[in-house]
């Protein structure tokens, strides 16, 4: 109970103070801390984002700061996304699984170095200067945003803000209030496919984890925004940047070490049912077995 505690405030507080992250440490907290198998996780994880995600945007929302034509042409196109890439999680064995999630917080971690070199406040300050990308520039960016989401259970908040900003010329603020509404809408469609999975394969979530989670994630959060206006903000990317890039080498390492003899096991299994041809003066067979020999 201890890890449950420990690890939805720990969510909850990256998210109030950064806007997005909290979502790239919910499988490995689950996995590695709570002790759940990676496909539950991600259900879990799902759920988790999504319904934190909706009291996030709430203030957002009252504040006039989402941008509703980027969640149609961004978002939408996300949940064909999302469907894909949960129905392709279904697929994968959990050490591919979480092999991807940990090059994905390696990305994440890439992005936020990028944010704290950057002048301070220049992000909050960006404007729309410029038309709209193109429609299926977004659609085609909130497709591969829905991937993600389905397959490994991140809410992808660090790459649709930035694509919110770029393609959708929107001001930070903005871009973040309409990513968490495109969040709710990923998670969603990715619990609910995973959820179907889940369930036709004898398994399901832990709903006492996820209400706890989500929970103490949602006071983590306002506390972690009360926080954000007294703490430097360059140097909280830059540590947990650091962070993300520890937590996603750990995941490659740990779980791709299970990938190779799984691998290697496969080919001696093919190698020794294989059936050769063997040259043309043994007299009584054309072929043999390997194992005959």
């Known amino acids: 109970m201890a890890y449950i505690l420990i690890g939805s405030l ?10 997005s992250g909290g979502s790239a440490i919910t499988v490995p907290i689950l996995v590695y801390l709570v002790g759940h198998g990676t496909k539950e996780s991600i259900a879990e994880s799902m759920a988790i984002v999504g319904m934190i995600s909706i009291a996030a945007a709430i203030p957002y929302a009252s504040s006039k700061l989402i941008d509703w034509r980027s ?12 469907l894909a890439g949960a129905w392709l999680g279904g697929l994968a064995t959990e050490a591919l699984q ?3 999630f940990g090059t994905i917080l390696l990305a994440a971690a890439f992005v936020m170095f990028r944010r704290a070199r950057g002048p301070e406040g220049a992000h909050e300050s960006l404007e729309p200067s410029a038309q ?14 829905g991937l993600l989401t389905g397959f490994v259970g991140v809410g992808g908040g660090f790459l649709i803000v930035p694509a919110l900003v770029i393609l ?27 959820e179907h999975f889940l369930v036709s394969h004898q398994m399901s979530v832990n ?4 209400l706890v989670f989500t929970l103490i994630g949602i006071v983590g959060s306002v506390v972690g925004h009360k926080l954000n206006a007294h703490l430097n903000q360059h140097v909280l ?23 190779v003899p799984a691998a290697a096991r496969q080919a ?5 049912n294989n059936y050769v041809l063997l040259p043309s003066h043994h007299k009584n067979s054309t072929f043999q077995h390997q194992g005959d020999e």
């Open 168 to 194: 959708g010329k929107l001001p930070m603020r903005k871009a973040i209030g309409t990513s968490l509404v495109i969040i709710v809408i990923n998670a969603t469609v990715g619990f609910v496919k995973y």
């Open 207 to 210: 709903w006492q984890t996820i």
């Open 98 to 100: 979480l092999v991807v």
């Open 237 to 259: 990317k830059t540590v947990f940047a650091g962070f993300l890039i520890l937590l996603g080498g750990f995941v490659i390492v740990h779980e791709g070490s299970k990938l």
């Open 268 to 272: 001696r299994m093919t190698t020794g």
């Open 132 to 145: 709209q990308s193109p429609r299926w520039k977004m659609a085609t960016e909130g497709i591969g945003v």
């Open 10 to 19: 720990l969510i909850g507080l990256t998210l109030g103070l950064l806007g």
């Open 71 to 82: 969640v149609v042409f961004f978002g939408l196109p996300g949940m064909l996304g999302t």
